[in-house]
Structure formats: structure tokens, C-alpha cells
T-cell receptor
Framework: AQSVTQLGSHVSVSEGALVLLRCNYS??????LFWYVQYPNQGLQLLLK??????LVKGINGFEAEFKKSETSFHLTKPSAHMSDAAEYFC??????????????FGTGTRLKVLA | DSGVTQTPKHLITATGQRVTLRCSPR?????VYWYQQSLDQGLQFLIQ???????AKGNILERFSAQQFPDLHSELNLSSLELGDSALYFC??????????????FGQGTRLTVV
């Protein structure tokens, strides 16, 4: 089974500073990876996804992530944090089930706090 | 708006009771997933249905069951409720024709409080 690990359950950055949220994956086959964001009292919204077309993936709201096979990583970055980026971020991987469909395995999440 | 609709948004019930959570997937999506989100357990996969059939099971308790109907909406039934079942329950759907690269679209969730 595939899995993802998010390092750091809480990250604080100053407004305007670089955002770096870490995700490492464990997979025996080329993975399909996703980053989701969850704002308070809302569902999860897709930020971006990696599907092997390009190692650097650009998403919404200025976020991007780079797939690094040698490091088994898919870290999420944003050059300049904005107050509105405060939320919880989840890394996920699609995992093949025994019935031939796919389910999504999520990391434990990283809560991003942006300081004024 | 993800296109996935969950009802109700909030539910407060007593221990020992039974509740039903409802989910309508995005138009055209055949796969429906249920997840439980709690503070100490994170986002846990419960169960998946594809076109009416159960396809994968995760950490779902025997007191919980789900089904997907011919119109593709799904219901999650939680019975003999305990205080520890209090959580956010999310439904998600995806377009299976894209396989593993297809993302999941999430509803707003149902917040269940067991008192």
C-alpha cells in the first residue's frame, strides 16, 4: 500500500515569507500525488496534482510543488505567504485497491499559520 | 462549489442512537468515498463505492455501514453511537475513467456531535 508522510503538524510563517510544507511518499510504483487545502469549517479543495507529465506542478493561489523521485518528496511551496493562506494542508496519494479502483490516502495534515 | 452535496451539515444526537448521512456526488462521478476526520485520527478512509458496489474498505467500524443507490447518491449509516464517533464526516467523488490521476472532489462535510 502507498502512503504519505507530512513533516510538521504546525508551521508558522510571516506574511510575505516563503511557505514550505513537506510531504514524502512511499510507493512501489510511480505515484499520483495531490495537495489539498482545508479552510476552517469547509471541505477539502484541490490545490494541485502530480500525474508524471511534469515534475514541477503549478496550482491555484500561487502554490506549486516539485516531485523529486530521488528524495521521494512532493513538497508544497509558495514564494510569499498571504494571511488568507492560513489553513490546513493535506498531501495525498492515490492507492490501487484490490478491486481495481483507486482510493486516496491522506497525510496527517499541516496547519499553516501566517503571522502579520 | 465542488459539486458534491452532503446533508445535513450538522447533527447532534445522543449516545446509542442511529443516524444517516447523505451524499450526492458530482454529476457523472461513479465513485463515492467516505472519510472521517477527527482531531486525534486525522482524515481516515472509511469506505468506497463504485456504481453501486462496494469496492474498498478502510477503518470502518462494524457499527457503520454505507450503500450507494442506483441514482449514485450514497448514505452512511452510523449506529449505536458513542462519544468517540463525534467527528466530521466527508463524502468525496471522483471520475474513475481517469484512473489513479483523477482527483477527489469533497463535500462540505457533516459535523456529527454525540452527546
Amino acid at each position: 500500500a502507498q502512503s504519505v508522510t507530512q513533516l510538521g503538524s504546525h508551521v508558522s510563517v510571516s506574511e510575505g515569507a516563503l511557505v514550505l510544507l513537506r510531504c514524502n511518499y512511499s510507493s512501489s510504483v510511480p505515484p499520483y500525488l495531490f495537495w489539498y487545502v482545508q479552510y476552517p469549517n469547509q471541505g477539502l479543495q484541490l490545490l494541485l496534482k502530480y500525474t508524471s507529465a511534469a515534475t514541477l506542478v503549478k496550482g491555484i493561489n500561487g502554490f506549486e510543488a516539485e516531485f523529486k523521485k530521488s528524495e521521494t518528496s512532493f513538497h508544497l511551496t509558495k514564494p510569499s505567504a498571504h494571511m488568507s493562506d492560513a489553513a490546513e494542508y493535506f498531501c495525498a496519494v492515490s492507492d490501487l485497491t484490490t478491486s481495481g479502483t483507486y482510493k486516496y490516502i491522506f497525510g496527517t495534515g499541516t496547519r499553516l499559520k501566517v503571522l502579520a | 462549489d465542488s459539486g458534491v452535496t452532503q446533508t445535513p451539515k450538522h447533527l447532534i444526537t445522543a449516545t446509542g442512537q442511529r443516524v444517516t448521512l447523505r451524499c450526492s456526488p458530482r454529476s457523472g462521478d461513479l465513485s463515492v468515498y467516505w472519510y472521517q476526520q477527527s482531531l486525534d485520527q486525522g482524515l481516515q478512509f472509511l469506505i468506497q463505492y463504485y456504481n453501486g458496489e462496494e469496492r474498498a474498505k478502510g477503518n470502518i467500524l462494524e457499527r457503520f455501514s454505507a450503500q450507494q443507490f442506483p441514482d449514485l447518491h450514497s448514505e452512511l449509516n452510523l449506529s449505536s453511537l458513542e462519544l468517540g464517533d463525534s467527528a466530521l464526516y466527508f463524502c468525496a467523488s471522483s471520475a474513475p475513467r481517469k484512473g489513479a490521476e483523477s482527483e477527489a472532489f469533497f463535500g462540505q462535510g457533516t459535523r456529527l456531535t454525540v452527546v
